[in-house]
């Protein structure tokens, strides 16, 4: 089993859609999780990290299910500026300086 | 908008040069890190430097040589590299090394070896 696993797509949805993707990760002793964009040929970017409670940040919201060991990510009125990848990223023990990606999930919205 | 800065943005060497890459961030952050990533493929983590000191190397080759100057830059020097090495290398760096620190990814250098 991957340590972390994602979905890679693509997903094709309409813009104004709501798209979901999700995240599954092995070590249950992470703490730490996140969401990275990555566009072509460009660095992962921070999209946002993800806390026990879930946290929301404009059309974007994270979970954390730390029973399942999942984390998921929601994008509301998606616009085509969302079209990338999307790499769910996990601490890959208690030593928060090695961190796992997911392979990505790729996302293109169309007009 | 990135705050870590990485020169040059693109490179091409022979097998039997010698090059480096040089990343610098101005965020005051203690840990840095050299990735190597391939096309369609996520990052792969090579060194970590905490405190200035190398604390993880991911058995990387030796062709591969990071040196940190200071708490602000990380180089990488490279040696008679294999085409194989060819990537986007990526540096990245976050605050102190611990829980819940998010790393922050420069623009990368592309490296062509031919």
């Known amino acids: 089993r991957k340590e972390v696993e994602q979905d890679p797509g693509p997903f094709n949805v309409p813009e104004g859609a709501t798209v979901a993707f999700n995240c599954t990760y092995s070590n249950s002793a992470s703490q730490s999780f996140f969401w990275y964009r990555q566009d072509c040929r460009k660095e992962p970017k921070l999209l946002m990290s993800v806390y026990s409670s879930g946290n929301e940040d404009g059309r974007f919201t994270a979970q954390l299910n730390r029973a399942s060991q999942y984390i998921s990510l929601l994008i509301r009125d998606s616009k085509l500026s969302d079209s990338a990848t999307y790499l769910c990223v996990v601490n890959k023990d208690s030593s928060a300086s090695k961190i796992i990606f997911g392979s990505g999930t790729r996302l293109s919205i169309r007009p | 908008d990135t705050e870590v800065t990485q020169t040059p943005k693109h490179l091409v060497m022979g097998m039997t040069n010698k090059k480096s890459l040089k990343c610098e961030q101005h965020m005051g952050h203690r840990a840095m890190y050299w990735y190597k990533q391939k096309a369609k493929k996520p990052p792969e983590l090579m060194f970590v430097y905490s405190y200035e000191k190398l604390s993880i190397n991911e058995s990387v080759p030796s062709r591969f040589s990071p040196e940190c100057p200071n708490s602000s830059l990380l180089n990488l020097h490279l040696h008679a590299l294999q085409p194989e090495d060819s990537a986007l290398y990526l540096c990245?760096?976050?605050?102190?090394?611990?829980?819940?620190?998010?790393?922050?990814f420069g623009p990368g250098t592309r490296l062509t070896v031919l």
């Open positions: 990245a760096s976050s605050q102190l090394p611990g829980q819940g620190r998010a790393q922050y």
